[in-house]
Every structure is written in structure tokens, then in C-alpha cells.
């Protein structure tokens, strides 16, 4: 369960299931980045780790990452790509818990951005006019 | 005076934008089959678009998510993604129609051969995704659209009985020469023409593109409520147009030519062009949206940066979808398939994937998560639940009732 869901007064409860999973993320500027198609789970004391462990059965887990990518193929079809497959978005980075999770950095800084980034510098900003503003007048 | 203009203006364009090429040739088609016998169709259809409109912009206006984020959300991405897949597939079909109906109009105008056109008018709409203004495209296709009005002064100019009109009309009275398993399939395929799908994706999306927020309502109301049903009344003029010139000569209707033929007998090659150019229109602002609704949908589901309102470099993957569906569109049609036969089959798709788009507005519009106080009231809910039975009956009935006919023939 995420951070949120631990005890307390004046804590929210947020369900993983209900409130994260299949969510939209939003970028600190506003901009939509992926939906949550899976999320990592750690084990609660090794989440500041450099190597993060999965948490055994019974044990205290957080959210560690957003995952998303060929996750989502897995979670039609079952199964699950080997952790070298996993484009993730660490929990850290998350700012806000809503309707959408909107993160505290910008979408260029991450991983998961590579496809998007990938065609805006070799296709979809290279054809003339990709880069121009439509909102202003031309 | 600036927001009176505003609100004229949102009113003319959704009275514009309400005719597309499925409007066009179902109340053709209907009008010379069955005269005015299935009017009530329409109404029942204006009603529902007007409802599930306003409910998808309230919607998106509220919590600024837009329709296939909530689908995606509520769904699960299994559910979801099937959904996608039929919403894509049907939207893709009517993308078609569309370009199509553009390539036919401009044949009727020029006489060049509309396989010539069609390369022509999806590389039109391309540019104009790519380079125009939102609210620019928005309100030249919906103000242009307006010439459709040619119908209405056409019908007028032919001087028919209109008692014999409106008795076909109330009570419904379908010629005895159909069959009424063939009645029911025209119903199905008018209520699908008149509550495409994508409208409802490009309504929701539409908002968030122009930044609506719940101060907007007000005007986001008034123009669907006030331009939908002046909509409703062009696709009426075109049915009895149809039903006054087409229906006593016997003649029904399977291709555009046919069915700007009252208009040249009546108002002769100036109301013609008047009429071909709103047909020009209507087709390109409707091509423009089902290009959009592509992109919202599977940018949406995926999570993706999608909106025209952004550099195109900064959506990259949803202006790559809409360049691919719009190939797609032109691959399809340089089969030389009939344009006028994709419509019709685009329309009866359309009231089978009604459903899948239609109920998750209905849930979250309830949900005070997303809404807050501006969840539906208790007419609009009885209203939803009454076109909820409307909308599943259509679907259900459709494809039975298109194999029992064979396809209205």
C-alpha cells in the first residue's frame, strides 16, 4: 500500500487499486506523461535503498515506482517482463494524489518519456511546422 | 455584447457541426424510403446527443479528464482496451465516410473524378490539424456547415402538401411496400448517425482543448441545447426534401448526386453550390473531429501527451495516430470502395459501440470525486436511464436487424 494508506489522523486512505491503477500522470507543467499501468511494490524498510527488494508475503510494503510500458501488454495477457523491461517512475517523484497523479518534475527528465521524445526529434519535429505554436497567431 | 456574440457564435457552430456525411445520407436514404414516418428517430436521437453532449462536457469542464481517461480508469485497462479497439475501429470507419464525403462533394462541383479528390482532401485536413487554431477550425467548418440550410429553403421553394407531410409524420406511418424489420433497421441506423460516438470524445476532449472550466457550463448548456435541436431540423429538412421529390418517382437514393437532387430542381445551380459547399463543409469539420477522436482515444487509454491546443512536437505519438488513421482512411478508399456504403455501414457500427462510450460518462457524471457538487441532478439521471434502455436496445438490435435485411435492402 502506498504511503498514504498508513494510520493516522488526518491521513487520507488511498486504495492502490481504485485510486492509482489505470490513473493518468501529469507532469509538474501539466502535461500528460503515461497512466499507471502497474505499480512496484517494496519491502517498507529498504525503500531509500540503492538495490529496493520486493516485499515478502506478510511484510510491511510502499509503493516504490509507477510502472509502465510492456507492463501493460503483461497486464492484458498475464505474466510478467523481467525487471530489465520495467520503465518506471519513482513514487518519489509523485507530488499529489487526485484525480490524476501529478508528478513534481517534468516529463523530458524521465525515462518512460523516451518514445515521445524519440519521435519528436526524428519524425513529428522534424516536418515543417512541428514545432510551431498553434494557439498563436501565425 | 462580447459574450452575446461568444454565445451566437457557439450556437451557430453546433448547429453547423451537428450535420456529418452519416446525417446527410441515413436522412436521404430514409426520406425517399419511408417519407417522413421515421421523424420521431431524429427527435429521439437530438434529445440523446443533446444529454450525453452536455453530460461528457460537464464532465471534462469539472475534472478536466477527458472521456477515454475516465473509460480507461473505470474500466480496468482489459475492458477498456477492448473498448478502444471497437471505438477505434467504428471511428476509423467513419474517418473514412467522411474523407470520402468530401472527395463526393467536390466531384459533384468539379466533375473530377473523386479518387483524385480523396488524396486531396485528407491531405487538406492533415494541414489544417497540423497548422490551425482550435477554436479557428472549429467555428469556419461549423459556420460554413450553416449552408446546409439550402435544404430547408429547398423544401420550401418545392411548395410540397405539408399536411401530407406531417400526417406521415404523426403518427409514424411507414409505406406499406417496406417491411418492418427493414422500418426498425433505418431507426437503428438514424439514431446511430444522429449519436456518433466521437462526438462524444471530441465533446469531452473539445473542452479541455478550449480550457473550459466550470464557469463554462452556462454557455457549454445553451449551445448544445439551443444548436443541437436547429441541427436536428437540417437533418429533417434533408429527410423531407427527400421525401417530397425522391419518394413519388421511386427513386432511392445511393449516391450524393441523388441526394442534392431536390435541391437543384427546386433552387436550381446557385442553391446547388450554396448546398455543395455546406456539404464540403459539414463532411471536412466532421472529418477534422473523427481525425481528433482517434488521437484523443488512443492517447487517452496509453496516457500519452495528446491536444491540438500543443505543439504538434510536444504530442508527437497523438499527431503520428491521426496521420496513420487518416492513411488508413485514404487506403480504404482508393479500393474504390463506395464512400456512400461505408456511411451507411459507419452509422449502424455506431449505434453497436454506443454503449461502451456512453455508460462510463453516465458513472463518473455521478461520481462526486470527479464532479463534486456538479454531479447529475435527478432529471438528468431519469433521462440517462431512459436513453441507457434507448441506447442498449439500439446496440443490441442492430447487427440481428442489419443480417435479417440484409442490410436494409
Given at each position: 500500500?502506498?504511503?498514504?494508506?498508513?494510520?493516522?489522523?488526518?491521513?487520507?486512505?488511498?486504495?492502490?487499486?481504485?485510486?492509482?491503477?489505470?490513473?493518468?500522470?501529469?507532469?509538474?507543467?501539466?502535461?500528460?506523461?503515461?497512466?499507471?499501468?502497474?505499480?512496484?511494490?517494496?519491502?517498507?524498510?529498504?525503500?531509500?535503498?540503492?538495490?529496493?527488494?520486493?516485499?515478502?508475503?506478510?511484510?510491511?510494503?510502499?509503493?516504490?515506482?509507477?510502472?509502465?510500458?510492456?507492463?501493460?501488454?503483461?497486464?492484458?495477457?498475464?505474466?510478467?517482463?523481467?525487471?530489465?523491461?520495467?520503465?518506471?517512475?519513482?513514487?518519489?517523484?509523485?507530488?499529489?494524489?487526485?484525480?490524476?497523479?501529478?508528478?513534481?518534475?517534468?516529463?523530458?527528465?524521465?525515462?518512460?518519456?523516451?518514445?515521445?521524445?524519440?519521435?519528436?526529434?526524428?519524425?513529428?519535429?522534424?516536418?515543417?511546422?512541428?514545432?510551431?505554436?498553434?494557439?498563436?497567431?501565425? | 455584447?462580447?459574450?452575446?456574440?461568444?454565445?451566437?457564435?457557439?450556437?451557430?457552430?453546433?448547429?453547423?457541426?451537428?450535420v456529418d456525411i452519416g446525417d446527410l445520407v441515413t436522412n436521404a436514404v430514409?426520406?425517399?424510403?419511408?417519407?417522413?414516418?421515421?421523424?420521431?428517430?431524429?427527435?429521439?436521437?437530438?434529445?440523446?446527443?443533446?444529454?450525453?453532449?452536455?453530460?461528457?462536457?460537464?464532465?471534462?469542464?469539472?475534472?478536466?479528464?477527458?472521456?477515454?481517461?475516465?473509460?480507461?480508469?473505470?474500466?480496468?485497462?482489459?475492458?477498456?482496451?477492448?473498448?478502444?479497439?471497437?471505438?477505434?475501429?467504428?471511428?476509423?470507419?467513419?474517418?473514412?465516410a467522411?474523407?470520402?464525403g468530401?472527395?463526393l462533394a467536390?466531384?459533384?462541383?468539379?466533375?473530377?473524378?473523386?479518387?483524385?479528390?480523396?488524396?486531396?482532401?485528407?491531405?487538406?485536413?492533415?494541414?489544417?490539424?497540423?497548422?490551425?487554431?482550435?477554436?479557428?477550425?472549429?467555428?469556419?467548418?461549423?459556420?460554413?456547415?450553416?449552408?446546409l440550410?439550402?435544404f430547408?429553403?429547398?423544401?420550401?421553394?418545392?411548395?410540397?402538401?405539408?399536411?401530407?407531410?406531417?400526417?406521415?409524420?404523426?403518427?409514424?406511418?411507414?409505406?406499406?411496400?417496406?417491411?418492418?424489420?427493414?422500418?426498425?433497421?433505418?431507426?437503428?441506423?438514424?439514431?446511430?448517425a444522429?449519436?456518433?460516438?466521437?462526438?462524444?470524445?471530441?465533446?469531452?476532449?473539445?473542452?479541455?482543448?478550449?480550457?473550459?472550466?466550470?464557469?463554462?457550463?452556462?454557455?457549454?448548456?445553451?449551445?448544445?441545447?439551443?444548436?443541437?435541436?436547429?441541427?436536428?431540423?437540417l437533418s429533417?429538412?434533408i429527410?423531407?426534401?427527400?421525401?417530397?421529390?425522391?419518394?413519388?418517382?421511386?427513386?432511392?437514393v445511393?449516391?450524393l448526386?441523388?441526394i442534392v437532387?431536390?435541391?437543384?430542381?427546386?433552387?436550381?445551380?446557385?442553391?446547388?453550390?450554396?448546398?455543395?459547399?455546406g456539404i464540403?463543409?459539414a463532411t471536412?469539420?466532421a472529418?477534422?473531429?473523427?481525425?481528433?477522436?482517434?488521437?484523443?482515444?488512443?492517447?487517452?487509454?496509453?496516457?500519452?501527451?495528446?491536444?491540438?491546443?500543443?505543439?504538434?512536437?510536444?504530442?508527437?505519438?497523438?499527431?503520428?495516430?491521426?496521420?496513420?488513421?487518416?492513411?488508413?482512411?485514404?487506403?480504404?478508399?482508393?479500393?474504390?470502395?463506395?464512400?456512400v456504403?461505408?456511411t451507411?455501414?459507419?452509422?449502424?457500427?455506431?449505434?453497436?459501440?454506443?454503449?461502451?462510450?456512453?455508460?462510463?460518462?453516465?458513472?463518473?457524471?455521478?461520481?462526486?470525486?470527479?464532479?463534486?457538487?456538479?454531479?447529475?441532478?435527478?432529471?438528468?439521471?431519469?433521462?440517462?436511464?431512459?436513453?441507457?434502455?434507448?441506447?442498449?436496445?439500439?446496440?443490441?438490435?442492430?447487427?440481428?436487424?442489419?443480417?435479417?435485411?440484409?442490410?436494409?435492402?
Amino acid at each position: 500500500m502506498s504511503r498514504e494508506a498508513s494510520p493516522g489522523a488526518g491521513v487520507r486512505v488511498v486504495d492502490a487499486r481504485l485510486h492509482l491503477l489505470s490513473r493518468q500522470v501529469l507532469d509538474v507543467d501539466g502535461e500528460p506523461v503515461t497512466t499507471v499501468d502497474d505499480l512496484e511494490l517494496v519491502a517498507a524498510d529498504a525503500r531509500d535503498d540503492d538495490a529496493p527488494r520486493d516485499a515478502a508475503p506478510g511484510e510491511p510494503a510502499e509503493v516504490g515506482a509507477i510502472l509502465t510500458g510492456p507492463v501493460l501488454v503483461t497486464r492484458l495477457l498475464g505474466g510478467r517482463p523481467p525487471a530489465s523491461r520495467w520503465e518506471r517512475v519513482p513514487w518519489r517523484d509523485v507530488g499529489h494524489v487526485g484525480t490524476a497523479l501529478e508528478l513534481t518534475v517534468r516529463a523530458d527528465s524521465l525515462d518512460v518519456h523516451w518514445p515521445e521524445g524519440w519521435l519528436r526529434e526524428h519524425v513529428v519535429g522534424r516536418i515543417p511546422g512541428g514545432r510551431h505554436d498553434p494557439e498563436e497567431d501565425s | 455584447m462580447k459574450k452575446l456574440l461568444g454565445v451566437a457564435l457557439g450556437i451557430l457552430t453546433a448547429i453547423g457541426g451537428f450535420v456529418d456525411i452519416g446525417d446527410l445520407v441515413t436522412n436521404a436514404v430514409v426520406g425517399s424510403r419511408f417519407g417522413l414516418s421515421l421523424v420521431w428517430v431524429v427527435v429521439v436521437g437530438v434529445v440523446g446527443i443533446c444529454l450525453f453532449a452536455s453530460m461528457s462536457g460537464r464532465v471534462a469542464a469539472v475534472s478536466g479528464r477527458a472521456t477515454f481517461e475516465i473509460i480507461r480508469e473505470r474500466l480496468g485497462p482489459r475492458a477498456a482496451g477492448a473498448n478502444l479497439a471497437a471505438s477505434f475501429a467504428i471511428n476509423l470507419l467513419t474517418l473514412t465516410a467522411e474523407v470520402g464525403g468530401i472527395a463526393l462533394a467536390l466531384h459533384l462541383a468539379s466533375s473530377v473524378e473523386p479518387r483524385l479528390w480523396i488524396p486531396v482532401a485528407a491531405l487538406a485536413v492533415w494541414l489544417v490539424l497540423w497548422r490551425v487554431k482550435f477554436a479557428v477550425m472549429e467555428n469556419v467548418a461549423g459556420l460554413l456547415g450553416l449552408l446546409l440550410v439550402g435544404f430547408g429553403v429547398a423544401l420550401f421553394l418545392l411548395g410540397p402538401d405539408w399536411g401530407e407531410l406531417v400526417r406521415q409524420a404523426v403518427p409514424p406511418s411507414p409505406p406499406a411496400t417496406e417491411h418492418v424489420a427493414t422500418y426498425w433497421y433505418y431507426a437503428v441506423a438514424l439514431f446511430g448517425a444522429a449519436m456518433t460516438p466521437y462526438e462524444v470524445f471530441f465533446f469531452s476532449s473539445g473542452a479541455v482543448e478550449e480550457g473550459w472550466t466550470a464557469k463554462d457550463l452556462a454557455q457549454n448548456r445553451v449551445n448544445v441545447l439551443v444548436g443541437f435541436p436547429l441541427g436536428g431540423l437540417l437533418s429533417v429538412a434533408i429527410a423531407a426534401c427527400a421525401a417530397v421529390v425522391l419518394l413519388p418517382a421511386g427513386i432511392e437514393v445511393s449516391s450524393l448526386s441523388q441526394i442534392v437532387l431536390p435541391v437543384a430542381q427546386a433552387g436550381g445551380t446557385l442553391l446547388l453550390a450554396v448546398v455543395i459547399v455546406g456539404i464540403v463543409a459539414a463532411t471536412f469539420g466532421a472529418a477534422l473531429e473523427t481525425a481528433l477522436s482517434s488521437g484523443y482515444t488512443l492517447a487517452q487509454y496509453l496516457g500519452w501527451s495528446w491536444g491540438k491546443f500543443r505543439r504538434p512536437a510536444r504530442a508527437a505519438r497523438f499527431h503520428l495516430t491521426m496521420v496513420v488513421a487518416l492513411l488508413l482512411a485514404v487506403g480504404i478508399l482508393m479500393t474504390s470502395v463506395d464512400p456512400v456504403t461505408v456511411t451507411e455501414m459507419s452509422v449502424v457500427f455506431s449505434a453497436v459501440a454506443l454503449p461502451l462510450t456512453y455508460v462510463p460518462i453516465l458513472l463518473v457524471a455521478n461520481d462526486p470525486e470527479y464532479m463534486g457538487e456538479h454531479v447529475n441532478g435527478r432529471v438528468t439521471n431519469a433521462l440517462g436511464m431512459v436513453y441507457l434502455v434507448i441506447v442498449v436496445v439500439a446496440a443490441v438490435a442492430a447487427v440481428p436487424l442489419m443480417i435479417a435485411t440484409g442490410a436494409g435492402s
